[in-house]
């Protein structure tokens, strides 16, 4: 998914990173007020970002020499919003950019679009979609991870595609190819990323349930706000 450094033609990757530039900038603004409101959250939002940066880091070998890997912005964007999830996703970008030479910085634009904003956003809509239904909450955790994978590397296939297009199909052509390409390995990728995002949140639904509720993710819990009014009393 990471795009690599120089393969966009410059006005493409010049492009990206403007429209990508808003939605950070965003990001910073309310990633501040939250750290503010609730210096508590300074762990979860190491946590989220840690998450990300370690399974955006995996590569996995697709088709014709490329590689797909997990995304891991479902979880900061159900715990935090995507806005925030922009920000923590650019700076996983930019160290891996910088450390590990996945991606780049002329392409940085492109890969924080696709990963850092509409694979969360788009997580985050279906998330929220199958709450407001009723779902039961890992339910809409998987889906939101799922999700927050996928889109991700449709939207690459369209960056790609743009800039690519195929002499003989155009661009709709070409984004046939890079999506099947990437589908291969990609679905189940995201699969297991929605397992494993679930796995998580379960984890912190037995260690950090107070900051879950405050967040809205989760409910309080009667018989245990009912236990502590008793023994106050």
């Excluded at 409101?37 to 840690?50: D, K, M, R, V, Y």
């Excluded at 800039?163 to 199909?169: E, I, L, T």
């Amino acid at each position: 998914m990471h795009i690599a450094e120089g393969f966009l033609p410059p006005l493409h990757a010049a492009a990206w990173g403007v429209a990508s530039a808003p939605f950070v900038l965003h990001g910073v603004r309310s990633l501040t007020r939250e750290v503010k409101a609730n210096p508590e959250s300074t762990l979860l939002l190491g946590a989220s970002g840690a998450f990300t940066f370690v399974l955006s880091a995996l590569k996995i070998p697709s088709v014709t020499g490329s590689c797909s890997h997990p995304t891991g912005t479902g979880l900061g964007a159900i715990l935090f919003r995507p806005p925030i999830m922009a920000v923590l996703g650019t700076i996983t970008l930019l160290f891996q950019a910088l450390l590990l030479a996945h991606g780049g910085l002329t392409t940085l634009g492109a890969n924080v679009f696709s990963m850092a904003i509409a694979g969360p956003w788009a997580g985050y809509a279906v998330y929220r979609l199958l709450k407001r239904f009723d779902a039961p909450l890992m339910v809409s955790v998987f889906f939101g991870a799922f999700f927050a994978d996928l889109i991700t590397y449709c939207v690459t296939s369209v960056q790609l595609a743009l800039a690519f297009p195929d002499p003989a199909s155009g661009i709709l052509g070409s984004l046939a190819k890079f999506g099947g390409i990437f589908a291969v390995t990609q679905i189940p990728l995201a699969v297991s990323e929605g397992l494993l995002t679930v796995l998580v949140m379960r984890l912190l639904m037995q260690s950090s349930t107070s900051d879950l509720v405050r967040l809205g993710v989760a409910r309080p819990n009667p018989a245990r706000t009912t236990g502590k009014q008793e023994a106050a009393l």
